[in-house]
Nanobody, 123 residues
Framework: VQLQASGGGLVQAGGSLRLSCAASGRTGSILYMGWFRQAPGKEREFVARVTWSARTGSRDSTYYGDSVKGRFTISRDNAKNTGYLQMNSLKPEDTAIYYC????????????WGQGTLVTVSS
């Protein structure tokens, strides 16, 4: 599976951005897609996860990190093999490189990662 993240950029605090993650290759094997972020000097942080496959029995389930709940929305379009992260009410502390990743099993291991896209929120 190959992942291509895009949509990052510079935005003012309070603004919005939508990130995309295009998947290719063996997309039929994907169970979950997640977004993570890493700010300079900080550890990688979980942002959100969406169920990709109906095989999981909970196709529309979503989970969010506490710091983004109520502001970010994760979604996916299986027909386009693309996941999205809609980010609203952005704060300077949301500044980070955002990565998408996928799980192909219920183990919790994200096996494949995109290259990352930089989001910068100015105050």
């Amino acid at each position: 599976v190959q992942l291509q993240a895009s949509g990052g950029g510079l935005v003012q605090a309070g603004g919005s951005l939508r990130l995309s993650c295009a998947a290719s290759g063996r997309t039929g094997s994907i169970l979950y897609m997640g977004w993570f972020r890493q700010a300079p000097g900080k550890e990688r942080e979980f942002v959100a996860r969406v169920t990709w496959s109906a095989r999981t029995g909970s196709r529309d389930s979503t989970y969010y990190g506490d710091s983004v709940k109520g502001r970010f929305t994760i979604s996916r379009d299986n027909a386009k093999n693309t996941g999205y992260l809609q980010m609203n009410s952005l704060k300077p502390e949301d500044t980070a490189i955002y990565y998408c990743a996928v799980q192909r099993s219920a183990s919790g291991l994200y096996e494949y990662w995109g290259q990352g896209t930089l989001v910068t929120v100015s105050s």
